[in-house]
């Protein structure tokens, strides 16, 4: 027999009572279709026990009550999603931590950061230290507003020698016009915006996005 299909699935051959399942996997209709045609055609002359079709029949309200669980943990997983997404647009305006001051100097000799000021700063110094909290270099600042500024090391030391490529800390120290004494460091940062990019939260944080993943703590601006 020829038989011709245009749909794409595989077709039903008269006589041959296969039933083809693309996805391999039996769900709670098919599990009943299935206890219905095995009590179709059970033999009248030996019946299917009562016990057997107890075990089925308890079976399939199991599948049934497993299915409703997936799909109630679906919702409140869905639900858990919005609700992070609300919070995370709650945050703006607050102070992000990425829990770390690093900057990484690659082999061209220069890194681009930037560092916030809460409130403006009259004098100041910016300390890069090592991995081992040792000093590599010392920098004046003159006076800046409030706000994030951006800032460019050139890799050198406090003696002008040229320091291996690596990761840095940026910690400032820095006074205030009214002589308040105020600290600061790479990695915090106001939140400016939230961004929401293949349903994940992005921070901006300064002139980056900052996947919310990667705040370690939000606090209160």
């Known amino acids: 027999m020829d038989v011709t299909n245009t749909t794409g699935t595989k077709p039903t051959i008269p006589g041959?009572?296969?039933?083809?399942?693309?996805?391999?996997?039996?769900?709670?209709?098919?599990?009943?279709?299935?206890?219905?045609?095995?009590?179709?055609?059970q033999d009248p002359t030996?019946?299917?026990?009562?016990?057997?079709?107890l075990t089925q029949t308890s079976q399939l309200a199991t599948l049934e009550a497993q299915t409703n669980t997936n799909d109630t943990m679906k919702q409140i997983s869905e639900a858990f999603k919005s609700s992070s997404q609300f919070n995370a647009i709650g945050a703006i305006g607050k102070i992000a931590d990425i829990g770390n001051s690093d900057i990484r100097l690659d082999e061209s000799g220069k890194v681009g950061f930037e560092v916030y000021f809460p409130k403006e700063a009259a004098s100041g110094t910016m300390q890069i230290t090592d991995a081992s909290g040792n000093l590599v270099k010392s920098i004046d600042l003159p006076f800046l507003s409030s706000g994030v500024h951006p800032f460019e090391w050139d890799g050198t030391d406090t003696s002008g020698n040229r320091v291996d490529a690596g990761v840095y800390q940026v910690h400032v120290s820095y006074t205030t016009s009214s002589g308040e004494e105020l600290d600061t460091r790479a990695g915090l940062y106001p939140i400016e915006s939230v961004r929401f990019d293949g349903g994940k939260a992005l921070l901006k944080l300064g002139s980056n996005y900052v996947p919310l993943e990667q705040v370690k703590e939000v606090y209160g601006g």
């Open 46 to 53: 030996d019946p299917m026990d009562t016990e057997k079709i």
């Open 16 to 41: 041959n009572d296969t039933v083809f399942n693309p996805k391999g996997i039996l769900g709670k209709d098919d599990f009943l279709q299935l206890l219905i045609t095995e009590l179709k055609y």
